[in-house]
């Protein structure tokens, strides 16, 4: 599996993974009001491949990427899944509060 940088846009930097010549995962990473704090917005694997390792490499290539540009690195999550959270905190991630309403405040149309 090959992780690499895909490209910038207004909003943030984009990488995906690639496996066997197919896209298999992509994420995004935005700044924040803070410069020094990144946000990982969107990170998405192939349910076929997940369970693979590829967005725990994904995400390490990431943070491998930004380490110059920001000191933390934050995500939300607005669906709470179990998965997801233990994905996340055996990713390095930390709780840092809950929001009930986390997915109310995005009001602009972002794809």
């Known amino acids: ?5 895909m490209s910038t846009s207004i909003r943030g930097v984009w990488f995906l993974a690639e ?3 197919a896209t298999v995962a992509v994420a995004m990473i935005i700044p924040t009001k803070n410069s020094n704090v990144g946000e990982l917005k969107n990170i998405a694997v192939n349910s076929k491949v997940q369970g ?13 990427q930004v380490r110059g540009q920001y000191s ?3 995500v939300g999550d607005g669906d709470a899944d179990v998965q997801n ?9 930390r709780f ?3 929001r009930k309403t986390f997915w109310w405040i995005w009001q602009t149309d972002y794809f």
């Open 1 to 5: 599996m090959k992780v690499k940088y």
């Open 19 to 21: 496996q066997d010549n």
């Open 52 to 64: 693979q390792g590829i967005g725990s490499r994904m995400i390490n290539f990431i943070f491998e």
């Open 72 to 74: 933390v690195v934050l």
């Open 85 to 93: 959270i233990r994905f996340y905190l055996e990713n390095g991630f």
């Open 96 to 98: 840092l509060k809950l």
